[in-house]
T-cell receptor, first 109, second 113 residues
Framework: SQQGEEDPQALSIQEGENATMNCSYK?????LQWYRQNSGRGLVHLIL?????REKHSGRLRVTLDTSKKSSSLLITASRAADTASYFC?????????FGKGTMLLVSP | DTEVTQTPKHLVMGMTNKKSLKCEQH?????MYWYKQKAKKPPELMFV???????INESVPSRFSPECPNSSLLNLHLHALQPEDSALYLC????????????FGAGTRLSVL
């Protein structure tokens, strides 16, 4: 079953703009992760945030987690054309990861 | 080395063929995964091996047969597939099973004719 639900499903922006993606989930979690997938390739881990953390940064990435609302957001600042990809959140439902439906991000030069 | 290697990159097979997908990692990870991914969809978990034993089988049809010969290798044997099995097959590994970071291979693009 797919626990994480991302929105928007697709996002189109210009280089230099910020991109925000949201993820909601249904059950309690220990951590939430974000992954990126370039077209037809494997997923790459971006960032992990634990349930007792509210915000985490990594380079141009900022992730927030609100366990009371069961939601997370991924902010990519100063986007580049190379950020064009699909982004998935994943939660540690049961004994493995469950991926959300993903957001397709298109960054135009 | 955080690499998971999958072979082949592309595979075309008929419905009566038998083929195998291979996955290898040398990170000392004790959990390995097979996922199936259709276009514009998230990865769907198929199998999980933990310490070389099958831990999860997500009700996958028996025409898919996983094998974990040792802690570094994971195979997926394919037999009598259907056209709807055409997809990107991804292998991943993590330190142990659970909510750990997963490292993915580049995938095998499978087409069943």
């Amino acid at each position: 079953s797919q626990q994480g639900e991302e929105d928007p499903q697709a996002l189109s922006i210009q280089e230099g703009e910020n991109a925000t993606m949201n993820c909601s989930y249904k059950t309690s979690i220990n951590n939430l992760q974000w992954y990126r997938q370039n077209s037809g390739r494997g997923l790459v881990h971006l960032i992990l945030i634990r349930s007792n953390e509210r915000e985490k940064h990594s380079g141009r990435l900022r992730v927030t987690l609100d366990t009371s609302k069961k939601s997370s957001s991924l902010l990519i600042t100063a986007s580049r054309a190379a950020d064009t990809a699909s982004y998935f959140c994943a939660t540690d439902e049961y004994s493995t990861l469950t991926f959300g439906k993903g957001t397709m991000l298109l960054v135009s030069p | 080395d955080t690499e998971v290697t999958q072979t082949p990159k592309h595979l075309v097979m008929g419905m009566t063929n038998k083929k195998s997908l291979k996955c290898e990692q040398h990170m000392g990870h004790r959990a390995m995964y097979w996922y199936k991914q259709k276009a514009k969809k998230p990865p769907e978990l198929m199998f999980v091996y933990s310490y070389e034993k099958l831990s999860i089988n997500e009700s996958v049809p028996s025409r898919f047969s996983p094998e974990c010969p040792n802690s570094s290798l994971l195979n997926l044997h394919l037999h009598a597939l259907q056209p709807e099995d055409s997809a990107l097959y991804l292998c991943a590994s993590s330190l142990t099973q659970g909510g750990n970071i997963q490292y993915f291979g580049a995938g095998t693009r499978l087409s069943v004719l």
